[in-house]
């Protein structure tokens, strides 16, 4: 099994700092690659669908409640046959947002799950997390955050530390947006509606599959960065983005209750002496959309 970089969690919770000068509150993104194995000729198409909403409610001007709603569906062939699975997360995102002083922030959020391949709901599709994450704003135009992850999964429990930057440079056409191991994107400004840059996504998570009683989880690791070409509709309220890049996604399969207990980042504490099910699946270049609503702060 590949070690790579963690968990996708809460992606855009860190838009909603002051510092920052926009939110994005939809997002629509598909990817399509085809993944090989490293034991064989055999491929396998890997089509991605992720949708996020957040919708922030001030309740003060030290507090602000947060809500949102996470879907992905991820569909492809585990053991590189024609059988194929449809591998579906559906999350809420509940919690707040609280000014502490002194330029201090912090985001506190409660991330319960469905994930699986939504065939035969049960307790094995169901998993818990949360995330901490305090900010420090040095001036409008420069912050730094941190914080952690944890999240129950189908083979333990998994801790993810967190450090992150915003940035956005004088003349306004350049910025950085960082909550690492997460999420990056660096961002700059050709004209007012077209810009170029680059974005990085990672993920560790896990799947029960209840299809035909198979008794078994899918865990997930990957890595996508890519680049892209975005164009801005009504002042850009409305952007469309294009990308290209290299996705290291592997999908281990694995009998439920063939654990590794405690894992940070992708490091099991206690090592992992689990017996995979499938082979592993190599890296490919893949391409990608993304329909995103931005609003201004």
């Known amino acids: 099994m590949k070690k790579i970089s963690t968990l996708l969690v809460l992606l855009a919770f860190a838009s909603t700092s002051l510092a920052q000068d926009y939110i994005d509150l939809v997002k629509v993104s598909y990817s399509q690659a085809t993944l090989g194995n490293v034991d064989n000729d055999n491929e396998t198409e890997v089509g991605n669908t992720n949708a996020e909403v957040y919708f922030p409610l001030p309740v003060s001007s030290k507090l602000v409640v947060i809500g949102g709603f996470t879907y992905e569906n991820t569909r492809l062939g585990l053991n590189h046959t024609d059988m194929r699975s449809n591998l579906i997360m559906t999350r809420l995102n509940l919690g707040v947002k609280y000014e502490h002083g002194n330029n201090w922030s912090g985001t506190y959020v409660m ?171 190599t890296s490919s270049v893949f391409v990608g959309v993304d329909l995103i609503f931005r609003a201004d702060l």
Not at 177 to 186: Q, S
Not at 214 to 228: D, G, H, K, N
């Open 111 to 281: 991330l319960p799950k469905l994930a699986s391949d939504f065939d035969d709901l049960g307790n094995d599709d169901f998993q818990m997390g949360g995330l901490a994450l305090l900010e420090k704003r040095y001036s409008g135009s420069y912050s730094i955050k941190f914080g952690a992850y944890l999240s129950s999964e189908n083979f333990g429990t998994t801790l993810t530390p967190l450090v992150g930057l915003w940035y956005k440079s004088n003349n306004q056409k350049f910025y950085i947006n960082a909550t690492l191991p997460i999420r990056a994107d660096a961002n700059y400004s050709l004209t007012d509606n077209l810009s170029v840059g680059a974005n990085l996504l990672t993920s560790v998570k896990s799947y029960n599959l209840g299809q035909t009683n198979s008794l078994a989880y899918v865990q997930e690791e990957s890595i996508r960065f890519s680049l892209f070409t975005a164009y801005g509709f009504m002042d850009n309220a409305l952007i469309v983005r294009g990308r290209v890049g290299f996705d290291t996604t592997d999908y281990g399969l694995y009998n439920q209750g063939d654990e590794v207990g405690l894992q940070i980042l992708t490091f099991q504490v206690g090592g992992d002496d689990r017996n995979r099910l499938n082979s592993e699946f």
